[in-house]
């Protein structure tokens, strides 16, 4: 009785009107059965499809489908103004794009199309894929249809194992302010082998299998306001233990800034938060690239005006603020300062030394360090100091 009930809702969008189908019981969708559905669905019971049924969700208004997770064995979706998925839909064969996007809200965790171990989708594009996020269970390998309101921008995941659930995002807002996921995202925080940080678009990813993943770029990544050359772009990601953007793979893209693509090394997706862009920042840092080491150096502060003082070569032409310490024998710090301008001349101004200041550090080999925290770059070596 319950499954004819469905069967005269169907019906009545065909006669012009748009209803709200409920289901609050059980229903099964028969092997080669086809239903179509023109208005919202609310499922408060159970649904299951047999092998090689249809159901499709078709009409030129937007619709909404909600309640309790169903599972289907090939489904499609034909609406102009697309769907609005507020639970799991779990597809066990094929996932038909025909036309229109299929949405649901990034902050709920239970709304989502879920990919069973055998299922795959056709006809995904710009105007046709899943905004929000996918899931899958039992794969490998996977290529998650997302994206947002205009462009499809896929993430292609290889494990090195079963997945037995991942789940992936797009999101195409500013990693720094993201309004749609909890989480901020500085992208002025990062390791050592990042250059820039995309404010643009992120992406989010979810398994506990180490993996590789695959992402492209294209106009609307702005990626000509990171890098002058496709050799720059690296892919990063948030590491949530380290609360900082670090590495996920080497400059080795293809494309061009305005259409390309990039895949990361191994790593464990659950230990980000957020995967996006970035640059390497020797490419673009010429200082770094001209001056690899400063070198060892070699004063005698006795009055004849040689040697007299420590002149690092080139420090001068280093953009931003810099911070020098220098350490004797036993790695006591004997001298710090900020901005140094040539200001070392064998006398201690911090450490246990500085009460003999008078009398100038003992001669012997001490050794420096230099960090230049806008240029992300750090520097030593050693000095002999003559007496």
Known sequence: MKRFLLTFWLFIPLLGFSQTIANFGDVR???TATVGIHGDLTNLGDINADATSLVGFYGFEPNQIEGQPFTLYDAEFANF??????????????LN????DISSPYDND?????????????GEGDSEKLVGFAGIQGKQDFVFPIGYNTQLRPLSLISEGINSFAKAGYLFENPNDPTSVTGNFDTDITAAGIGFVSQNEFWQLATDVSSRVTLDWNQSSNLGLLATDVAEIILVGWNIGLGRWVPLSDASGSGDLDSGSITSNPFLPNEYAAITFGTVPLETNTFATNNPTLGDYFISPNGDGINEGLVFDNLEDAEGSNVVRIF????????????????????????LLIYKEELGLPEGFYFYTIDLPEMNLSYQGFIFLDR
Not at 110 to 122: C, D, I, R
């Open 328 to 351: 004797n024998k036993f790695g006591q710090k004997v001298f710090e300062q900020a901005n140094y301008t040539n200001e070392f001349r064998g006398f201690a101004n911090t450490g």
């Open 110 to 122: 239970a709304a989502f199309v879920n990919f069973l171990e055998n299922s795959f989708y056709t």
């Open 81 to 94: 103004s697309g769907s609005t998925l507020l639970t799991q839909l779990n597809v066990v064969n094929n």
């Open 29 to 31: 969708v028969h092997n």
């Open 97 to 100: 794009f025909i036309s229109g």
